[in-house]
């Protein structure tokens, strides 16, 4: 019943994404486009208090960045073939002006508390953009998804991945690398938001960087295969048997799926993050979050992708992660591996504290409370998940948490364009 459930939304998802990111693009994308200093002075702004846009941008890349970039690439490539790659990069284009639309909107309706800070998200413009009954529903509804996805997603996804890398790389007991992860989520979660976007601010960085250059030196080696790869890419987008075939292909399925858990474009969660930034206005913030949908899918997924189709490992469902560290040791050696496994780890991290701190908005919705601290409930929830994944098979999560994030998104979407007046409107308040 759930492969029937995933194969019906498999066909409805890209559809949606693309038809509405097609749409914001032209109504916002083009108007922003005939300014670039504008767009260009908002990207590199600072506000001098309050979150700054790109504390901002580090906490929403701290959520997007680890699983989806490495263990969901390869899995998209081991199901899909490298024609997922393709609908991937397609997709996280439309999605571009999607993230853009909802962070618009996130900072539209974001709400101060006592303390003043701001909380915003997809609770806040789907229940105004719905109104009554029917909008306090569905917003309740995405909050109790998106506690759902923060378990599943955002933390047994993550500790899954990370104990798998270091199992493989040192043989450490994937109990041991939960208990550990759990532990200092919690310690770092209790002492409130201030430190967590202290922490996301200072690992997304390293850790990019790093990812980056272990990628660059890869290619660098085998660069005479980036040519074969490239074409297997294309090819396999449009082959019948799996690009445009069945119900829309496995490429487009799993190029699309793996490209929204890695980008979390258009499902509503990383407006949550932006919406805590002092931004100049939601339209400068806006921009910022195709920022953050390039750097994740448009570099690094890609880097991902194209490490494993020139390394020369065969492909298997084995399990993502193992798929990556073997590509990578295959070209650099055990070192790559090594550095590959902790980095992982770093990546998994910063993921739970970032989705941690998504569960505790829409606990705090839910509640109609408030509080820089996570709810003690979502401390032990996120404790127990993170030990959970550690020593559990991923598999049916991934299953189920595909099926959440399309719940969601689905429901995001028709806000989107609920409220598009909203957007339009910001936008044209920016390009003046």
């Known amino acids: 019943m759930l492969e029937r459930m995933l194969g019906g939304v498999g066909v409805a998802l890209p559809i949606a994404l693309f038809l509405c990111g097609l749409y914001f693009l032209f109504r916002c994308g083009v108007p922003l486009c005939r300014h670039p200093k504008r767009a260009l002075r908002a990207i590199f702004g600072r506000s001098p208090s309050g979150a700054s846009p790109w504390r901002a941008l580090a906490l929403a890349l701290a959520g997007t960045l680890g ?22 990069l397609v997709a996280a284009f439309l999605a571009m002006p999607l993230k853009y639309a909802e962070i618009v909107l ?17 609770t806040y413009y ?49 109990l041991l690398v939960g208990g550990v992860m759990a532990l200092l989520a919690v310690a770092v979660l209790w002492r409130g938001r201030e430190l967590l976007l ?19 030196a890869v290619l660098v080696i085998r660069r005479a295969m980036i040519g074969e790869a490239l074409r297997a890419i294309v090819t396999g987008a449009f082959s019948l048997k799996s690009g445009l075939g069945g119900a829309l ?8 799926s793996r490209g929204l858990v890695s980008n979390e474009a258009g499902c509503g969660t990383a407006p949550i993050a932006h919406a805590s930034a002092e931004a100049s206005s939601p339209a400068a913030q806006g921009l910022l979050g195709v920022v953050e949908v390039f750097v994740d899918t448009v570099l690094l997924c890609t880097l991902t992708a194209l490490v494993i189709l020139v390394s020369g490992v065969p492909l298997c469902d084995e399990g993502g992660m193992q798929l990556a560290l073997a590509a990578f040791g295959a070209v650099l050696g055990a070192p790559a ?12 991290f910063a ?35 993170t030990v959970t994944g550690a020593v559990a098979a991923p598999r049916a999560v991934w299953a189920l948490t595909d099926l959440a994030l399309a719940a969601m998104t689905l429901l995001n979407l028709a806000a989107l364009l609920l409220s598009r007046d909203t957007v339009l409107a910001e936008t044209r308040r920016f390009c003046k």
């Open 67 to 88: 699983v989806g970039n490495i263990a969901g690439v390869a899995t998209a490539i081991s199901f899909g073939g490298a024609g997922a790659v393709f609908w991937m």
């Open 106 to 122: 996130s900072q539209s309706t974001a709400r101060r508390d006592a303390a003043l800070c701001l909380h915003g998200g997809a």
């Open 126 to 174: 789907i229940r105004k953009a719905f109104g009554g009954q029917t909008g306090r529903a569905l917003a309740a509804l995405f909050a109790l998804l998106l506690l759902f996805s923060t378990l599943t997603l955002g933390t047994m996804l993550q500790a899954s991945a990370a104990a798998q890398a270091l199992a493989s790389a040192f043989r450490w007991p994937p």
């Open 198 to 216: 202290r922490v996301c601010g200072v690992l997304v960085p390293l850790l990019c960087a790093v990812f980056v250059l272990l990628c660059v």
């Open 249 to 256: 292909g496995t490429a487009v399925r799993y190029g699309v």
């Open 337 to 348: 591996r090594a550095i590959l496994a902790l980095s992982c780890l770093l990546f998994a």
């Open 351 to 385: 993921t739970v504290l970032c989705w941690s701190h998504y569960g505790a908005e829409a606990l705090g919705y839910l509640s109609v409370r408030s509080s820089g601290r996570a709810p003690l409930v979502l401390l032990v929830g996120v404790a127990l998940a």
